[in-house]
């Protein structure tokens, strides 16, 4: 009994300096042609530095922009980065993993449109500015270039991308 208690004690005391050192946040991107919702955890390495890891959902509108006359679809991904405190500003480098199915049509209209699915893993290396309004809500401006890394089918929308978003502390 004693040693479950020690662990037990132990466990909570690991568990409360490793929370006193991070944080978890709601995520949200909005782009041109997509939304990415996600959570966002951060390890603080000291006062000015941290790392941050997000697993996020990105829900794709490029429409007539990319490749094809209409292309959308979705995927599951995650980001890496490293964030520096200056002032009242958190500057990231980010990199963004993403699984993406784009379904995709051309001549839409016409009698002899033609349909497809393209599965492609997108690497988004970004440069994020988020201010520091409060401890708990950030507003945010990332550009960066989406490369479609992978291709299975027929090429899809890719190029130079825009972000606004805001991250939301939840503790």
């Not at 409360?16 to 991070?22: A, E, G, I, K, L």
């Not at 709601?26 to 530095?49: C, H, K, M, V």
């Not at 990199?95 to 199915?101: E, P």
Request: proline content about 4%.
């Amino acid at each position: 009994m004693k040693k479950i208690t020690l662990t037990l004690g132990f466990l909570f005391v690991l568990l409360v300096s490793v929370m006193c050192q991070s944080s978890l946040n709601f995520e949200f991107q909005a782009y041109p042609t997509g939304l990415i919702p996600g959570l966002r955890y951060e390890y603080q390495l000291n006062d000015e530095s941290k790392l941050l890891l997000r697993a996020g959902y990105n829900w794709i509108r490029h429409r007539d922009l990319g490749v094809h006359d209409d292309e959308r679809g979705d995927g599951f991904g995650f980001t890496l980065g490293y964030t520096k405190r200056i002032s009242n500003f958190d500057l990231s480098l980010k990199n963004d993993f993403w699984w993406n199915s784009i379904d995709w049509e051309n001549d839409v209209t016409a009698p002899n449109m033609t349909s497809g699915n393209t599965k492609i893993t997108v690497i988004q290396p970004t440069i994020e500015a988020a201010y520091l309004v409060t401890e708990k809500f950030r507003p945010t401006l990332a550009f960066g270039y989406e490369w479609n890394a992978k291709t299975e089918g027929e090429e899809t929308g890719q190029g130079p991308i825009l972000l606004v978003g805001l991250i939301y502390r939840l503790f």
